[in-house]
């Protein structure tokens, strides 16, 4: 990769970010079109997000991704909001338009093209979300949009769950989602959908070995078992599912799609996805073999 004056510079806000496998999931694909682009992790500390954001623009850059902690300060510093930020009140994406900074939220997207791409829809199913953070709110938001019968967000903060539940009601003027305890309702409403899908950060690398949030003995051999976590691809839980007969989804697949939008907003190309997907692949064999 050669860095010249014409150079655009991307990259991702976060802070911790140095593990990032988006640097080589975009380089790649830059290097694969042949754009004179460059993805960089910054660190950014929440106390210097405000002055980092307004860099974005200062310093002609096309856009940044933003990820955990900022997603959600994020969306009261930039100048304008598509509707997926608004509606789930969380960025993940910048871009610089005609010297405006837009806010959007490509998570929802790119979790609704990695069911597809695996040949799997919501379509008319009853869903069960476990988790009611980030993930949580962007997950429903997409299967409500695909057509979902119902969502039930199995939160073990409740309290966290019904905001959840709350906001894709508004959203979608109907009452298609609801919220129940982990602890009391959890198991009948998992046993009951026909989807289930993990967005927590349980057994998420380095903690590859914590068991999952729900106990594989509620999943049955009918259901479609998803979990975002990637890194690893193949959790815990999706291997208690594959065990008991269930399908299952892994979570590269909604990094490499939301990945891919983002890549085509800041460069009006398509996405080498194909590509995006190699390099992630060898970037997480790198991070679980450095442990």
Not at 9 to 21: A, D, I, L, M, T
Not at 108 to 129: H, K, M, P, T
Not at 229 to 249: E, F, I, N
């Amino acid at each position: 990769m050669t860095v010249r004056g014409t150079t655009r510079v991307v990259g991702v806000f976060g802070e911790p970010v140095r593990h990032s496998c988006s640097p080589a999931m975009h380089n790649a694909a830059f290097a694969a079109l042949g754009l004179d682009f460059i993805y960089v992790p910054f660190e950014v500390p929440p106390e210097q997000l405000s002055t980092a954001v307004s860099a974005v623009g200062a310093l002609g850059m096309p856009g940044v991704n933003v990820t955990i902690p900022h997603k959600g300060a994020v969306a009261g510093l930039v100048d304008e909001l598509d509707e997926s930020a608004a509606v789930l009140e969380a960025v993940n994406t910048i871009c610089s338009r005609h010297g405006r900074l837009i806010g959007y939220n490509t998570d929802a997207e790119g979790f609704a093209r990695s069911l597809e791409e695996a040949g799997e829809s919501v379509q008319g199913a009853d869903v069960a979300i476990i988790g009611a953070g980030g993930g949580a709110r962007a997950v429903a938001w997409a299967v409500a949009g695909r057509g979902a019968r119902s969502i039930v967000l199995v939160g073990r903060t409740p309290p966290k769950a019904e905001a959840v539940a709350a906001l894709v009601n508004r959203a979608t003027g109907s009452q298609i989602a609801r919220a129940v305890p982990l602890a009391s309702e959890g198991e009948e409403s998992v046993r009951q959908s026909d989807v289930v899908i993990d967005t927590t950060s349980v057994g998420m690398h380095p903690h590859v070995d914590v068991p999952p949030v729900i106990p594989p003995n509620w999943i049955s051999a009918h259901q479609l078992v998803v979990d975002i976590v990637y890194s690893p691809a193949d959790t815990v839980l999706l291997r208690a599912a594959r065990q008991r007969g269930a399908r299952t989804v892994s979570g590269p697949g909604m990094l490499v799609h939301q990945g891919a939008i983002a890549f085509e907003m800041w460069t009006s190309q398509t996405a080498p996805v194909v590509t995006m997907r190699q390099a992630l692949t060898e970037a997480l064999a790198t991070l679980g073999a450095e442990g």
